[in-house]
């Protein structure tokens, strides 16, 4: 399924200093997800459209932001091409905040350029997130990449092998046998197959707060895996994922310059910052800084909940 040329396209008009790549970073699962990539500077994102599957493109242009649609999605993943690509993303008040504390003031002019995207689907998320629940970053890409390679359908457009995401119903009918060899165990297996079931429901979700509800009702999904998915559906910027191993630390050690810290301190170092506490986290991520090591290095996420 390829085509020699977009189906459409749309020129977005960026703010001065964006970046593309930071920006769209959270999309990709890591430099070789099947479904999202960034190639020769373009990022290419494969999904699923109430019209059928597609792909955009997005690639600067002359201080412009070009956007592509492939596939019979062309039209709607274009509508939303300027929120995918984060520059719907609403910093109002965000100077102010970030005055409150001389690093985080010092990131947010860093950092001007890297906005947070909101591709407006829960479920392609969700696949994601709890396929990363309590393992490894390296063991929940392999197993998440094997799962898209088994239900594999080629996405539309120039770029291959780009692949679309499982469709929700292809999941929830796949009995746990399926999953096993990915090494995903049966609880995260039927996890998926409940949410999966309840594709639908979420993805009619009215915003953030309503997901978050709706996510949570779910068995297996706690708040972790709900901010996980909110952030990249909605932009939440407010999103902070609670239950991590290594976030408590890095913003104890950020904000306080303690070596070590639980979630409840966590949550009162970025009070100050109530409506972006997500996009503090984002910063602290973007910039590199991380906690002193003590012992043995953790996997990444490997004690997060769920």
Same mark, same amino acid.
């Given at each position: 399924?390829? #085509? =020699?040329?977009? !189906? ?27 479904? %999202?990539?960034?190639?020769?500077? +373009? ?11 597609? =792909? ?9 932001? *070009? ?10 993943? *274009? ?12 910093? +109002? ?5 970030? /005055? ?11 950092? &001007?350029?890297? @906005?947070?995207?909101? +591709? ?5 998320? *969700? ?8 393992? =490894? ?15 594999? #359908? ?33 609880? &995260?297996?039927?996890?998926? &197959?409940? !949410? %999966? ?8 979700? +009215? ?44 913003? /104890? ?16 170092? *970025?009070?100050?910052? @109530? ?32």
């Amino acid at each position: 399924m390829t #085509e =020699t040329g977009p !189906a459409a396209t749309r020129v977005l008009h960026p703010p001065v200093g964006y970046r593309l790549t930071a920006s769209v970073r959270a999309l990709t699962f890591s430099p070789y997800d099947p479904c %999202a990539r960034v190639a020769a500077g +373009t990022f290419w994102w494969a999904t699923r459209t109430p019209d059928g599957p597609a =792909t955009l493109a997005l690639r600067p242009a002359g201080g412009e932001l *070009l956007a592509e649609g492939y596939g019979p999605g062309a039209e709607h993943v *274009l509508a939303r091409a300027d929120a995918i690509a984060g520059l719907r993303d609403d910093l +109002t008040g965000f100077t102010e905040l970030a /005055a409150a504390h001389p690093l985080v003031a010092r990131l947010a002019r860093e950092h &001007r350029g890297l @906005r947070m995207p909101a +591709t407006g689907e829960v479920f392609p998320r *969700l696949l994601r997130a709890v396929f990363e629940q309590k393992v =490894t970053g390296k063991e929940a890409y392999r197993a998440y990449a094997a799962m898209v390679r088994h239900f594999r #359908e080629p996405a539309p457009g120039p770029l291959q092998p780009l692949l679309l995401p499982p469709e929700a119903a292809t999941v929830a009918a796949a009995p746990y046998w399926v999953f096993h060899p990915f090494g995903v165990e049966q609880r &995260r297996a039927d996890t998926l &197959r409940r !949410a %999966a079931a309840l594709a639908d429901r979420l993805e009619r979700s +009215t915003d953030a707060t309503d997901a978050t509800r709706r996510l949570t009702a779910i068995p297996g999904i706690g708040p972790w895996t709900a901010a996980e998915v909110v952030r990249i559906a909605y932009g939440d910027p407010d999103a902070v994922s609670v239950g991590d191993y290594h976030i408590p630390n890095t913003v /104890a050690w950020a904000l306080a310059g303690e070596p070590r810290g639980d979630d409840a301190r966590m949550m009162a170092l *970025l009070e100050p910052f @109530r409506g972006h506490r997500g996009r503090v986290c984002l910063l602290l991520e973007a910039a590199g800084i991380r906690a002193p090591k003590y012992g043995p290095r953790a996997p990444i996420r490997s004690f997060a909940r769920f």
